[in-house]
């Protein structure tokens, strides 16, 4: 496939051919992701959760991101690849939010970053912007602010639909590429993607958006913890490789395993008997 662009993403939406996103946060899945074909791979910041272990992605710093990403690059030339730039890396200022960018551009080389915020980050998307790097915008439920929207609830509902397409809009006029809408109601999504002239990209925002976004360990059934309603398991990852590590255990201790084919010669009797 093609090194994918922000242009073709674009098409994409003219097109009206939905785009496909999935997270990624090391080598052997960016691998598994190149050969899938899905366009665009983010290294998500939720990686603090599924692979982390931890209760929510606010502790993931710049130097975890750029170490993600490093592995992820190096595993998927194809897909337009996307840095997450972490809380804390972008909301002190202009200045700070740029020189998170230019680092994680530099040292990460991801294609593009993307950042959670609407209207109240819309300067600092355009100063991103502005300076070179490519943004891609993430509106509706934030995760990285949820503890200040009362945990993990859907965004948008009632007369608060107003709030989240002023937020579209909002990032859009800063110059975002693209934008995730995350846990809003599937009308609003759709009112959204009508509105907007830059892809949407959902993620428990319903079935009208532009593409569409999964958490890689979710979608497998390799994150078992707790399981979103807009979650759908394609297989259990979990499952299956419970099953295989027993099978090992069992061999190993009942000798099955190494068999002859996995061991390696080249040493006779005769060269070993002068050793005892
Ligand atoms: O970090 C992440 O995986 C994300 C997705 C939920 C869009 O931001």
């Known amino acids: 496939m093609a090194k994918v662009t922000i242009q073709k993403l674009h098409d994409m ?48 710093t710049v130097d975890d991101m750029i170490h993600h990403i490093k592995a992820v690059v190096a595993g998927a030339p194809s897909p337009m690849i996307v840095g ?52 891609m915008g993430h509106i509706g439920l934030t995760p990285q602010t949820s503890s200040k929207m009362g945990g993990f ?3 948008g509902k009632g007369e608060a639909a107003g709030e989240v397409l002023a937020d579209a809009l909002a990032v859009q006029e800063a110059g975002a590429f693209a934008v995730v809408l995350e846990g809003i109601p599937e009308a609003l999504g759709k009112l959204i993607t009508a509105k907007l002239r830059i892809p ?14 999964m958490v890689f360990h979710d979608m497998l059934g390799f994150f078992d913890k707790f399981v979103p309603k807009f979650v759908k398991q394609y297989m259990n990852l979990n499952e299956d490789i419970t099953k295989a590590l027993i099978q090992y255990k069992e061999e190993v201790k009942e000798g099955a395993f190494p068999e002859e084919c996995h061991t390696f010669g080249g040493v006779t009797d005769e060269d070993l008997e002068r050793l005892y």
């Open 153 to 155: 609830k859907v965004q």
């Open 84 to 135: 997450d730039m972490v809380f804390g890396s972008y909301n002190v200022s202009r200045e700070q939010a740029i020189e998170t960018a230019n680092r994680m551009m530099k040292e990460g080389r991801c294609d593009v970053l993307k950042l959670e915020g609407g209207r109240e980050v819309a300067h600092i998307i355009k100063a991103i912007v502005d300076s070179g790097t490519p943004v």
């Open 13 to 60: 939406k003219e097109n009206g051919e939905k785009i496909s996103m999935i997270t990624s946060y090391d080598y052997a899945t960016a691998c598994v992701v190149e050969r899938s074909g899905i366009e665009i791979i983010l290294v998500g910041d939720s990686l603090m959760m599924t692979v982390m272990g931890q209760d929510s992605t606010v502790p993931c």
């Open 200 to 213: 949407t990209i959902g993620i428990g925002a319903g079935r009208y958006t532009d593409g569409q976004v």
